[in-house]
């Protein structure tokens, strides 16, 4: 009996500390911002209020709906480009390559990035793509281009290089572990059973990867879709995202009841990304 | 009918499989090895190139390099802002870091081990921050701060780092408790060891690794943090913080002399991270 009393305090310690905070620093201001997001702008800040003006403003301006919509095909674009970078790359590790120290160490190499300051990591290519910047004065000096261009830096595709860059290594580790859970038998047997390698490809292996694409195309896709460094230092005017509208909301046009409400739609679309891989996931795991 | 063509089909295939086989099999590999080869260029080229830089004598990033210099460097020590926000950045590292722990090894323990109601809610209002962007925790907790009356410093931008990194902990916690064998604490609790002793004696031990892992990612990943930092900091800034604002100003050889510094710390940490997973996995087949 006491032992009994002992331990349920202790697991409510356990489960004490970890739902006290969740509940302090994630539902609370979770609710905050929903309660903002019904508030009014007014001179000089903002009032108290219930209203959908702002969520309103967020679908029916053409400004923020073009924004919102820009922002869903650079996220989808980027997960994309990691996809095709990453699949033949794991695939390549998991079923090609014989040495296993090397297969450790080019796992590794994608992977290290990571470790590496974002931050650095968005404004190397700045620097690179810039009209003074390495790539232009390269090509310059090798004589292909006589003068700098400007096609490079501050536009989509510069955002889309830069996200894809840094945001690969997500994609990598789910399809990397998905393409190790698959037995090497059951290529061996499809093989026996006639089928070339490319079939072998399309009905054995890429199903069966399946839960890594999703896992990284969401995070991938959620992870670029919230980003305001990148766009900001590459992306240039026709390049802002959702997220950079949150900072300004919330910096030079002081709006917070539309920033939050901004940030409540980012929410929402996460959530419901997140849900959908989930039952993608599932699904694909009671289809076998 | 149909095992007619499938046998056809088998022969064919198998009669292919010889020698023209062989060289196409070749030919993939030698195309996935070029593709490899590009790949690690496209991930390594803008790391070397900030590197290459910050030892140019040139204040402008242009190619080709003008002289070697260690200039760049020289300013970096005596410019006192900077020091101040890498101090700010090891002070506000290191205490996300160690509440992230106090907090995400009990969160990690609770889902491994009981049930209860809302659990599934827990675990996902828990891992939301690996996929949430980082916009989102800081923006609401801002608003959180300002209705209730905080002032922002950099204890807010701890409590917001320690909330964003809690799924880092929780995961990697969690993926090494559920390769723990429970008869480990079964037997624990057989020789009459309390639970909290089981938890001292026999669980963290096993788990020593896979926190200092965790720990150790998640030092990294506050110390280089900005999405949150940018919402909860008041008057100090943080090193990542800081060069976002220089950056703001355009491209400098001075940013590339201190990303070369972090790329150069980040190198340490990896080797150390990956050393230690070298040792879990010894001591994992030793057991």
């Known amino acids: 009996m006491a032992a009994f009393s002992t331990r349920r305090l202790s697991s409510y310690m356990v489960l004490g500390i970890p739902i006290a905070w969740i509940i302090i620093f994630m539902l609370v201001p979770y609710g905050v911002l929903l309660t903002y997001s019904f508030w009014v702008k007014k001179y000089p800040l903002f009032v108290p209020a219930f209203q959908f003006g702002n969520y309103i403003t967020v679908f029916t301006d053409p400004q923020y709906l073009r924004v919102l919509l820009r922002t869903l095909k650079i996220s989808a674009l980027v997960s994309l480009a990691s996809l095709l970078l990453a699949y033949p790359f794991a695939y390549f590790l998991v079923f090609r390559l014989k040495n296993q120290s090397l297969r450790v160490w080019l796992y590794m190499a994608v992977i290290a990035p990571l470790w590496v300051s974002y931050l650095l990591r968005a404004y190397t290519w700045k620097s690179i793509l810039g009209t003074q910047g390495v790539l232009n004065s390269f090509l310059m000096s090798t004589g292909i281009t006589t003068e700098p261009s400007t096609i490079f830096l501050y536009n989509q595709s510069a955002m889309v290089v830069t996200l894809t860059y840094i945001f690969i290594p997500f994609m990598v580790m789910p399809i990397y572990a998905a393409l190790e859970k698959i037995p090497n038998n059951l290529s061996e047997a499809s093989a026996d059973l006639g089928m070339g390698p490319i079939r072998t490809f399309l009905r054995i292996t890429l199903p069966l990867s399946l839960p890594g694409i999703v896992a990284g195309f969401t995070l991938t896709f959620c992870l670029s879709f919230g980003d305001f460094i990148a766009p900001f230092l590459v992306g240039g005017p026709d390049g802002l995202l959702v997220a950079n509208v949150i900072v300004s909301q919330f910096g030079a046009a002081l709006n917070w009841p539309l920033g939050s409400a901004l940030s409540v739609v980012m929410l929402f679309i996460v959530l419901a990304i997140i849900t959908a891989s989930d039952r993608l996931e599932r699904f694909g795991q009671q289809g076998h | ?287």
């Not at chain 2, 020289?74 to 926000?85: K, Y």
């Open chain 2, 1 to 287: 009918m149909s095992t007619a063509s499938t046998d056809t089909a088998m022969i064919s295939t198998v009669s292919r499989a010889r020698k023209p086989g062989l060289v196409s099999r070749y030919a993939a590999d030698m195309a996935f090895m070029a593709f490899v080869a590009l790949l690690m260029a496209f991930l390594y080229v803008p790391i070397w190139v900030l590197i290459i830089f910050s030892f140019n004598d040139s204040r402008t990033l242009t190619w080709p390099l003008s002289g070697f210099t260690l200039d760049w460097y020289g300013t970096l020590f005596s410019n006192q802002d900077l020091l101040a926000a890498i101090g700010n950045s090891f002070y506000v590292a290191t205490s996300a870091t160690i509440l992230t722990l106090i907090v995400g090894i009990p969160a990690a323990m609770a889902i491994n081990k009981f049930q209860f109601p809302g659990k599934a809610l827990f675990r996902r209002l828990i891992l939301l921050p690996i996929t949430l962007p980082g916009i989102v925790t800081g923006i609401s907790m801002l608003n959180m701060f300002r209705l209730f009356g905080f002032n922002l410093s950099l204890e807010t931008v701890i409590l917001g780092h320690a909330t964003a990194l809690l799924s880092v902990v929780v995961t990697q916690v969690y993926s090494r408790l559920q390769r723990l064998p429970r008869s480990l604490d079964e037997a624990s609790a057989d020789l009459g060891a309390k639970g909290w002793q089981t938890f001292l004696y026999v669980t963290l031990p096993n788990l020593k690794t896979a926190i200092i892992g965790a720990a150790l990612l998640s030092f990294v990943l506050s110390f280089d943090e900005i999405p949150v930092t940018f919402f909860l900091t008041g008057r100090e800034n943080t090193l990542p913080m800081y060069i976002y604002s220089t950056m703001r100003r355009g491209v400098t050889p001075e940013i590339n002399a201190v990303g070369t510094l972090i790329v150069l710390a980040s190198l340490v940490l990896i080797v150390i991270s990956v050393i230690m997973s070298r040792e879990a996995n010894r001591s994992r087949q030793s057991l």
